[in-house]
């Protein structure tokens, strides 16, 4: 085993299948793999979550167990229930530090619990394009300076666990009307609006934060092209995004991550291994690879490293350094690990409970008049599953069903529920629940046929609204288990039933 090829591994990241370490991870670990992504499918209870991050520091004492926890519409702990916390939109909307703070801090007791150690989260977005197709209730706001106060607390609340912060998408993917797991988005922005807008949470969280506690120890890169900055180049392949201005101008020194190098953002057109090249000769230390990566398939992304340092086009020197910040990174989480026995709630952080998130719901004057007392019939909207969600049981049915409240529920299909609508009666008032509403042309045309049909129609929307109030007369910020909860409490306060 050479030196190189050792520090090539140490900068790998990659997700397997299945809920126990396959042999050829285990391997790779004992060779210097700088660790593992996890992912919903590979959890499937406490337990065996904790013998499978076991088994991967059992191989490799260093390395580094990853995992995308949001604590909202993004979970990979409670992948089969939903999250028991609000989601970063509510958070915002709520604006209260010490909640935020408190939800970052239960994250991070739950995931050190797990064995994790590094946790892509939070979201750093600015949601500035309400209609963007991935982001969304992921972004603590619109607002810049909302957003950066509220990743800062966050962080802070997580890294205080003994669990790495990574801020996301660096240099923010807010602004985006495209999904970079399915293509390459282009954002236009001038220069100046983009450090006023996109770079304020990112700069925030980078710096030193309250408390004497650190700033975020990684950061993630976005695959999106920012044309105003490198035309022409996502920013995990940039130099001067990630040198320039992440490095140079915010003064980041800890870890550069990678988003999934097998998105179509990032590989689509050339490759996984020349895009792990590219990322590692931009800046890049740890290359998040994707989610059903193969022991073939790491050793060609090794063999492109080799050759392109053979080949002079990337020094080896390079590799080393990021190796090399990885396993600084996982040092420091080794030396910062809480027990799992002060898994309590701090004195000074109060959880935002369901009340607290209700608090927070928008709604329209018509909306607000209409939803109450019996008669209704909910029409649930299965929309196609965002590839950073992926499928989470998600709104207030389950909380419904839990508290004995009957509503008959039509679950349609976004893309067939014109023949799913028919056997509704005429007289019934119609709730419709779905997420990102406006953004979807088919629930459009599903919430227009049904106030046609019906006397009464009130809409929810549980994504990010947008500026159609037709379409969001209760807008819930948010589908977690928490959110699910809240909203469950408020039809039943207000008598809807069937």
Same mark, same amino acid.
């Given at each position: 085993?050479?030196?190189?090829?050792?520090?090539?591994?140490?900068?790998?990241?990659?997700?397997?299948?299945?809920?126990?370490?396959?042999?050829?991870? *285990?391997?790779?670990?004992?060779?210097?793999?700088?660790?593992?992504?996890?992912?919903? *499918?590979?959890?499937?209870?406490?337990?065996?979550?904790?013998?499978?991050?076991?088994?991967?520091?059992?191989?490799?004492?260093?390395?580094?167990?990853?995992?995308?926890?949001?604590?909202?519409?993004?979970?990979?702990?409670?992948?089969?229930?939903?999250?028991?916390?609000?989601?970063?939109?509510?958070?915002?909307?709520?604006?209260?530090?010490?909640?935020?703070?408190?939800?970052?801090?239960?994250?991070?007791?739950?995931?050190?619990?797990?064995?994790?150690?590094?946790?892509?989260?939070?979201?750093?977005?600015?949601?500035?394009?309400?209609?963007?197709?991935?982001?969304?209730?992921?972004?603590?706001?619109?607002?810049?300076?909302?957003?950066?106060?509220?990743?800062?607390?966050?962080? *802070?609340?997580?890294?205080?666990?003994?669990?790495?912060?990574?801020?996301?998408?660096?240099?923010?993917?807010?602004?985006?009307?495209?999904?970079?797991?399915?293509?390459?988005?282009?954002?236009?922005?001038?220069?100046?609006?983009?450090?006023?807008?996109?770079?304020?949470?990112?700069?925030?969280?980078?710096?030193?934060?309250?408390?004497?506690?650190?700033?975020?120890?990684?950061?993630?890169?976005?695959?999106?092209?920012?044309?105003?900055?490198?035309?022409?180049?996502?920013?995990?392949?940039?130099?001067?995004?990630?040198?320039?201005?992440?490095?140079?101008?915010?003064?980041?020194?800890?870890?550069?991550?990678?988003?999934?190098?097998?998105?179509?953002?990032?590989?689509?057109?050339?490759?996984?291994?020349?895009?792990?090249?590219?990322?590692?000769?931009?800046?890049?230390?740890?290359?998040?690879?994707?989610?059903?990566?193969?022991?073939?398939?790491?050793?060609?992304?090794?063999?492109?490293?080799?050759?392109?340092?053979?080949?002079?086009?990337?020094?080896?020197?390079?590799?080393?350094?990021?190796?090399?910040?990885?396993?600084?990174?996982?040092?420091?989480?080794?030396?910062?690990?809480?027990?799992?026995?002060?898994?309590?709630?701090?004195?000074?952080?109060?959880?935002?409970?369901?009340?607290?998130?209700?608090?927070?719901?928008?709604?329209?004057?018509?909306?607000?008049?209409?939803?109450?007392?019996?008669?209704?019939?909910?029409?649930?909207?299965?929309?196609?599953?965002?590839?950073?969600?992926?499928?989470?049981?998600?709104?207030?049915?389950?909380?419904?069903?839990?508290?004995?409240?009957?509503?008959?529920?039509? *679950?349609?299909?976004?893309?067939?529920?014109?023949?799913?609508?028919?056997?509704?009666?005429?007289?019934?008032?119609?709730?419709?629940?779905?997420?990102?509403?406006?953004?979807?042309?088919?629930?459009?045309?599903?919430?227009?046929?049904?106030?046609?049909?019906?006397?009464?129609?009130?809409?929810?929307?549980?994504?990010?609204?947008?500026?159609?109030?037709?379409?969001?007369?209760?807008?819930?910020?948010?589908?977690?288990?928490?959110?699910?909860?809240?909203?469950?409490?408020?039809?039943?306060?207000?008598?809807?039933?069937?």
């Amino acid at each position: 085993m050479s030196g190189l090829r050792s520090s090539i591994l140490g900068t790998l990241l990659p997700g397997f299948e299945g809920t126990i370490l396959p042999e050829w991870v *285990e391997r790779m670990l004992g060779e210097g793999l700088a660790g593992v992504c996890l992912f919903g *499918e590979n959890i499937v209870s406490p337990a065996q979550l904790r013998a499978l991050t076991d088994a991967i520091r059992a191989a490799n004492p260093s390395a580094l167990i990853a995992i995308d926890e949001e604590g909202g519409d993004v979970t990979r702990l409670f992948y089969d229930r939903g999250a028991p916390y609000p989601g970063n939109a509510v958070l915002g909307r709520l604006d209260d530090l010490a909640a935020t703070r408190a939800v970052g801090a239960a994250v991070g007791r739950a995931l050190a619990g797990a064995g994790v150690n590094l946790d892509f989260a939070p979201d750093a977005d600015v949601n500035s394009n309400p209609l963007n197709p991935v982001i969304g209730v992921r972004s603590f706001g619109a607002d810049p300076a909302l957003a950066a106060r509220h990743t800062v607390a966050w962080t *802070e609340g997580l890294q205080a666990q003994g669990v790495a912060a990574c801020l996301k998408h660096f240099p923010g993917h807010g602004d985006t009307a495209q999904d970079s797991h399915l293509a390459l988005p282009t954002v236009d922005a001038p220069a100046d609006v983009l450090r006023s807008r996109e770079l304020v949470p990112f700069a925030a969280a980078v710096a030193a934060v309250a408390s004497g506690a650190s700033g975020a120890l990684t950061v993630m890169t976005s695959h999106i092209v920012l044309s105003q900055l490198d035309p022409g180049t996502p920013a995990t392949f940039s130099r001067p995004i990630l040198e320039g201005i992440l490095r140079g101008e915010l003064g980041f020194e800890g870890v550069i991550v990678t988003d999934a190098l097998d998105m179509a953002g990032a590989s689509g057109s050339i490759g996984i291994p020349a895009a792990a090249v590219a990322a590692l000769a931009a800046g890049c230390d740890l290359l998040c690879i994707g989610t059903k990566n193969t022991g073939p398939q790491l050793d060609g992304i090794v063999d492109a490293v080799q050759a392109a340092v053979d080949a002079g086009s990337l020094a080896a020197s390079r590799v080393e350094e990021a190796a090399g910040r990885n396993l600084a990174l996982a040092a420091w989480a080794g030396t910062s690990a809480i027990p799992a026995s002060s898994g309590a709630v701090g004195s000074d952080e109060v959880m935002p409970d369901a009340r607290a998130v209700a608090s927070t719901f928008s709604w329209t004057a018509e909306a607000d008049e209409a939803l109450t007392g019996p008669g209704w019939t909910v029409v649930r909207v299965d929309t196609a599953a965002n590839s950073a969600i992926g499928v989470v049981p998600w709104g207030p049915f389950a909380a419904l069903a839990a508290a004995g409240v009957h509503l008959g529920v039509h *679950e349609v299909v976004e893309a067939s529920w014109r023949e799913e609508i028919e056997d509704i009666p005429a007289e019934a008032y119609v709730l419709v629940i779905g997420k990102d509403n406006e953004r979807r042309p088919e629930v459009v045309a599903l919430i227009d046929t049904l106030r046609v049909r019906h006397p009464r129609v009130v809409t929810v929307d549980m994504g990010w609204p947008g500026g159609d109030p037709r379409y969001a007369g209760v807008a819930t910020y948010g589908a977690s288990a928490l959110v699910g909860e809240a909203l469950a409490g408020v039809l039943a306060e207000r008598g809807v039933r069937s």
